[in-house]
């Protein structure tokens, strides 16, 4: 059969280190790599599935093992991305990725996330059920990715580092006046308020079960006269402030909308403001997101390299002041997440169905792989209207982590005391 030959071809050519068996809908079976580790046995269940692999890998991977179509019966799906990943970094040429991809970029470039899109593209990922997130998330439900001073340190740690790293990149000092641009659960917003000391915050969200949240721990904490988060698109924000962060909601904003987003920005910053926009992005070249990820998981959702992000800022009349390239930080987060979506399988279960769980495993594997073996990274810009706004060298951050990791410990002594 032509697709047995076109995924012996692309299997050869993929897999080098490790070892592949795939048994055919006929019953044939094969094997590809060198015998090592890691192990994985796969199985189509008919052929059509087999010829829906060749013709669109990208997209079928993820939706025939969530139909059960292709079985792994050894292995996990993550131990079958290794295999196809780690050496080619999934560019297969022998199977149509390159057309594919072309025709992709070009509906890309012309979709564009208005307010009522973006509202439902967050609602899809976002207002599930918040029992799900409890599940795999640190306690502050930090659903972006973490810092990683060593490899080994907890979720909780990470998190908490990411959060510490960021403020002292906005120099936020008391009195400020912040604006968070995708809000999430609220965690970011409180930490800016009760460690950094910023004098408000306001948080814009478009997902109503995260606003509900944030509202909720902001008037636990008792911070409702400093702390307020709204439904919002960031297009409707009114105000004028001394800071701006905006952590894991630009992957959500679109191409054709990053003029309006970066000249938004600009307009809430005051003349001596500073931005911090941490937002997961691309090394190579441009070309669109997974589309198994933007159909089911992410709709309108997608992952820029810097020579997309750049003429968008300038054009707005903001200034670069720091970048930063975090690498293999979003792997050894999703690897957290997804160890314990895994171990949490069966409530996870309960909440919804199988064929979510094995969606969910699919994405989290799917993510990790991207930071493991291709291109995916997190960026993290510092942006300015003037130039002069920020120190010369970058020796305050690590001196404002410092400051803020001994307000944490403070913080943390009156709780217990």
Same mark, same amino acid.
């Given at each position: 059969?032509?697709?047995?030959?076109?995924?012996?071809?692309?299997?050869?050519?993929? *897999? =080098?280190?490790?070892?592949?068996?795939?048994?055919?809908?006929?019953?044939?079976?094969?094997?590809?790599? $060198?015998?090592?580790?890691?192990?994985?046995?796969?199985?189509?269940?008919?052929?059509?599935?087999?010829?829906?692999?060749?013709?669109?890998?990208?997209?079928?991977?993820?939706?025939?093992?969530?139909?059960?179509?292709?079985?792994?019966?050894?292995?996990?799906?993550?131990?079958?991305?290794?295999?196809?990943?780690?050496?080619?970094?999934?560019?297969?040429? @022998? %199977?149509?990725?390159?057309?594919? =991809?072309?025709? =992709?970029?070009?509906?890309?470039? #012309?979709?564009?996330?208005?307010?009522?899109?973006?509202?439902?593209?967050?609602?899809?990922?976002?207002?599930?059920?918040?029992?799900?997130?409890?599940?795999?998330?640190?306690?502050?439900?930090?659903?972006?990715?973490?810092?990683? $001073?060593?490899?080994?340190?907890?979720?909780?740690?990470?998190?908490?580092?990411?959060?510490?790293? +960021?403020?002292?990149?906005?120099?936020?000092?008391?009195?400020?006046?912040?604006?968070?641009?995708?809000?999430?659960?609220?965690?970011?917003?409180?930490?800016?308020?009760?460690?950094?000391?910023?004098?408000?915050?306001?948080?814009?969200?478009?997902?109503?079960?995260?606003?509900?949240?944030?509202?909720?721990?902001?008037?636990?904490?008792?911070?409702?006269?400093? *702390?307020?988060?709204?439904?919002?698109?960031?297009?409707?924000?009114?105000?004028?402030? $001394?800071?701006?962060?905006? *952590?894991?909601?630009?992957?959500?904003?679109?191409?054709?909308?990053?003029?309006?987003?970066?000249?938004?920005? =600009?307009?809430?910053?005051? @003349?001596?403001?500073?931005?911090?926009?941490?937002? +997961?992005?691309?090394?190579?070249?441009?070309?669109?997101?997974?589309?198994? +990820?933007?159909?089911?998981?992410?709709?309108?959702?997608?992952?820029?390299? %810097?020579?997309?992000?750049?003429?968008?800022?300038?054009?707005?009349?903001?200034?670069?002041?720091?970048?930063?390239?975090?690498?293999?930080?979003?792997?050894?987060?999703?690897?957290?997440?997804?160890?314990?979506?895994?171990?949490?399988?069966?409530?996870?279960?309960?909440?919804?169905?199988?064929?979510?769980? #094995?969606?969910?495993?699919?994405?989290?594997?799917?993510?990790?792989?991207?930071?493991?073996?291709? $291109?995916?990274?997190?960026?993290?810009?510092?942006?300015?209207?003037?130039?002069?706004?920020?120190?010369?060298?970058?020796?305050?951050?690590?001196?404002? @982590?410092?400051?803020?990791?001994?307000?944490?410990?403070?913080?943390?002594?009156?709780?217990?005391?």
């Amino acid at each position: 059969m032509l697709s047995e030959k076109l995924l012996d071809l692309a299997f050869t050519r993929a *897999v =080098r280190h490790g070892s592949l068996e795939m048994t055919t809908a006929g019953g044939q079976r094969f094997t590809f790599g $060198d015998g090592t580790e890691p192990r994985v046995s796969i199985r189509f269940t008919d052929a059509a599935a087999q010829m829906a692999l060749c013709l669109h890998p990208e997209l079928k991977l993820g939706e025939l093992f969530v139909d059960g179509r292709l079985v792994i019966e050894n292995g996990t799906i993550l131990d079958l991305l290794q295999l196809l990943l780690q050496e080619t970094h999934g560019e297969l040429d @022998e %199977l149509p990725l390159h057309r594919l =991809r072309k025709i =992709r970029a070009k509906m890309m470039r #012309r979709a564009e996330n208005n307010a009522a899109r973006s509202k439902r593209n967050v609602a899809h990922h976002y207002d599930l059920d918040g029992r799900l997130y409890s599940l795999f998330l640190d306690s502050d439900r930090q659903y972006s990715c973490a810092y990683f $001073d060593h490899p080994d340190v907890s979720l909780e740690e990470a998190q908490m580092a990411k959060k510490r790293h +960021i403020a002292a990149k906005l120099l936020v000092d008391p009195g400020h006046s912040v604006l968070d641009i995708g809000s999430g659960w609220g965690g970011m917003g409180l930490y800016l308020a009760q460690v950094a000391g910023a004098g408000s915050v306001k948080g814009v969200t478009l997902s109503e079960e995260q606003l509900e949240v944030s509202r909720k721990r902001s008037a636990t904490a008792c911070l409702q006269d400093r *702390v307020h988060f709204d439904l919002q698109d960031y297009r409707t924000t009114k105000g004028s402030f $001394d800071r701006i962060v905006s *952590v894991g909601m630009f992957e959500h904003v679109g191409l054709p909308s990053y003029d309006a987003y970066f000249q938004t920005c =600009r307009s809430l910053l005051k @003349e001596d403001g500073v931005m911090l926009l941490h937002t +997961i992005g691309r090394s190579g070249t441009p070309y669109p997101t997974n589309p198994w +990820i933007t159909k089911y998981i992410f709709p309108g959702g997608h992952l820029p390299v %810097l020579s997309e992000m750049m003429p968008a800022i300038e054009r707005a009349g903001l200034v670069v002041t720091d970048i930063e390239i975090l690498r293999l930080h979003y792997a050894y987060t999703l690897k957290a997440w997804r160890e314990r979506f895994m171990a949490h399988r069966e409530e996870v279960l309960r909440l919804y169905d199988e064929r979510f769980c #094995r969606m969910w495993e699919c994405y989290l594997a799917m993510s990790e792989s991207a930071f493991r073996w291709q $291109d995916a990274v997190v960026f993290q810009l510092q942006l300015a209207r003037r130039n002069d706004v920020v120190p010369l060298t970058r020796d305050y951050i690590a001196e404002r @982590e410092a400051a803020l990791k001994e307000a944490e410990q403070n913080m943390e002594l009156k709780r217990s005391a």
